[in-house]
């Protein structure tokens, strides 16, 4: 009971926040940036949306924002068709977009009676990077909506199906890039197979709308990003510093994600996703907070999976430190929670893994 109380508290001051970032401030909204980039592109280019000399003072006598285009011209793309309607209506629409993803993820993944995936739903939007995430407009979960869809669809025998909603990685790489990996690693050579060719044709589209400048402009336009003051970032080298140590988390990361993919060879795909989420999170040199709700579909894919009362504990005590992930004060412990994660994980798979041969040699003996 005290614990939902938390959740209650937590869901209402995340509305209360989500309501005030949309309706006070929408032109300070991340979305801003998304929606001129998509406008510059269409009036003077693809390359151009990257080129800081240009569409930052754009941006910025527009919204007064000051922040360069980082994301992938997927993106921009996608974005394309509202950037030619007033703002007001493309943010409306957006907005009502990207909550549609995030309860598609929930309707997806959730588990159990109706009251818990309601008490789920309701701890999901609490969680601050998520509410802030959905806020900003940013598009992690429409990545994310397309992991969840490829889980969907493998359960149902539709592995092409599955390739093509998880090419909607291109759309943010950065908490979902290892997922086809690691279903490559346990035993979806197909869906990996047909993810790489459409990611293979966004890319080439990319470089031939981009050309050399435009790649070049877009390298420097994250340079930019991470220069600018008072900007944080969550990835393992913006927290503990750059350097060998950051180098070894993530390269050790995403091998922990893919030996627990293979651990889960042969299995359902829920525990090869989990890992593949949890991993690109430690992994990526490039992530901002609301790119941690990619936690949040690891965790709720794993509960389908009726872990041990352990893991279970490992997820509730981790909650109020996912909340607070964005202040400062919480970077280095949420990291360190990060890793014990991917970690219990790793148990996780091992135990199951030798529990489903413990009940192979059981059936031998038996038969």
């Known amino acids: 009971m005290a614990a939902l109380s938390v959740v209650l508290v937590l869901f209402g001051f995340d509305v ?12 300070q909204l991340d979305f801003s ?11 003077h280019g693809w390359a151009e949306m990257y080129n800081t000399s240009l569409s930052m003072p754009a941006l910025y006598a527009a919204t007064g924002n000051w922040f360069p285009f980082q994301h992938t011209p997927v993106l921009a793309w996608l974005l394309a068709p509202l950037s030619l309607l007033p703002y007001p209506a493309a943010l409306t629409i957006w907005d009502g977009f990207l909550i549609g993803c995030f ?4 309707r997806l993944l959730a588990p159990g009676s109706a009251a ?40 149902r025998d539709r592995p092409l199906l599955a390739a093509a909603a998880l090419a909607l990685i291109a759309v943010k790489p950065q908490s979902s890039f290892l997922v086809p990996v690691a279903l490559l690693f346990a035993g979806r050579v197909r869906v990996f197979a047909v993810w790489a060719l459409f990611t293979i044709a966004l890319a080439g589209l990319s470089v031939l709308a981009l050309g050399f400048q435009g790649l070049h402009d877009w390298q420097h336009a994250i340079a930019v990003a991470y220069q600018l003051p008072g900007i944080r970032f969550n990835s393992v080298a913006s927290v503990i510093g750059p350097g060998p140590l950051a180098t070894a988390v ?4 995403a091998g922990v994600a893919l030996l627990i993919a293979r651990l889960a060879a042969r299995e359902g795909s829920e525990l090869p996703i989990a890992a593949g989420l949890s991993g690109s999170v430690l992994a990526t040199p490039y992530l901002s907070v609301p790119d941690l709700a990619a936690l949040l579909i690891a ?16 997820m509730v005590v981790a909650y109020l430190p996912f909340f607070f992930a964005n202040a400062l004060f919480m970077h280095g412990p949420f990291l360190l929670l990060e890793c014990v994660w991917l970690v219990a994980l790793l148990a996780f798979a091992i135990n199951r893994r030798q529990g489903a041969r413990a009940a192979a040699r059981r059936a031998g003996i038996a038969a």
């Not at 940036?33 to 009036?43: C, H, I, P, S, V």
């Not at 802030?132 to 889980?151: D, E, M």
């Not at 993530?250 to 990361?253: D, E, P, R, S």
């Not at 965790?299 to 490992?314: D, F, H, N, S, T």
């Open 116 to 155: 818990r995936r309601l008490t789920l739903l309701a701890a999901g939007f609490a969680l601050y990077p998520v509410a802030l995430g959905l806020a900003l407009g940013q598009p992690t979960f429409v990545v994310l909506a397309g992991v969840s869809l490829s889980w969907w669809l493998l359960h």
């Open 103 to 106: 309860l598609l993820c929930w």
């Open 299 to 314: 965790a709720w894919l794993i509960l389908r999976l009726a872990p041990p009362g352990w893991l279970k504990a490992l």
């Open 16 to 27: 209360i926040q989500y309501l005030t970032f949309v309706i006070k401030t929408p032109w």
């Open 250 to 253: 993530n390269v050790t990361a």
């Open 33 to 43: 940036d998304f929606y001129f980039a998509a406008r510059t592109g269409l009036t």
